[in-house]
């Protein structure tokens, strides 16, 4: 079974930076759209940024667009949320999905595979 797995999440003050990673387990998501998302407790799960599988688009909520980055080592079938400028804001659990299209999606219910998450946690 195919399966997503992020890593490099934790607790980081305002300002600081983080990099979120999402590797592939049992597989490889040859062609898929490759997103992240956060979610808030009692708040609906957001897609903050998407990449095309050859990492030639992105997309970003208008939130973090600035701050955050998203790419792909396609070598290592990686791909990364480079986080900038933190806010407390931005708090939540990160998660990895992934989607069989071409396409960039914004929609979270068009990504049917997802990771269990990462937190973190910005605060003084």
């Known amino acids: 079974q195919v399966k997503l797995t992020e890593s490099g999440g934790g607790l980081v003050q305002p300002g600081a930076s983080l990099r979120l990673s999402c590797g592939v387990d049992g597989g490889t998501f040859g062609g898929y759209v490759r997103a992240w998302s956060r979610q808030v407790p009692g708040k609906e799960r957001e897609i903050v940024a998407s990449?095309?599988?050859?990492?030639?688009?992105?997309w970003y909520t208008e939130s973090v667009k600035g701050r955050f980055t998203i790419s792909k080592d396609i070598g290592k079938n990686v791909v990364y949320l480079d986080m900038n400028d933190l806010k407390v804001e931005d708090t939540a659990v990160y998660y990895c999905a992934a989607r069989n299209s071409t396409s960039l999606s914004a929609n979270r219910f068009d990504y049917p595979y997802w990771g269990q998450g990462t937190r973190v946690t910005v605060s003084s």
């Open positions: 990449i095309t599988y050859g990492g030639h688009q992105t």
